[in-house]
């Protein structure tokens, strides 16, 4: 299925992080808080101001980002968990 977000919306898959700490100790399932970072999947055109101007959106297909702990709403496309938010959502790109 083809999907492609609408105005300043923008799909991200969640990047996973280590399960073990820096001292060897591996982190159950459980315990684990859900990744903060993750990578831009598809982005929308970008924001119409009220003159009618297109505004394009910062980040771009590939880019790893960084978004708030409870940013966007879960979908699952293509048997595929991600995250679809606001380009506002998102607090920078990770270079």
Do not use: C, Y
């Amino acid at each position: 299925m083809k999907f492609r977000p609408l105005h300043d919306r923008v799909v991200v898959k969640r990047l996973e992080e280590d399960q073990k700490t820096s001292g060897g100790i591996i982190i159950p399932d459980s315990a684990q808080e859900k990744p903060q970072t993750g990578e831009v999947l598809a982005a929308g055109n970008g924001l119409r101001s009220e003159n009618g101007d297109l505004s394009p959106l910062d980040v771009k297909v590939g880019d790893i980002v960084l978004f708030g702990k409870w940013s966007g709403t879960e979908v699952k496309l293509d048997g595929q968990d991600v995250l679809i938010m606001k380009e506002s959502d998102i607090m920078g790109v990770v270079s």
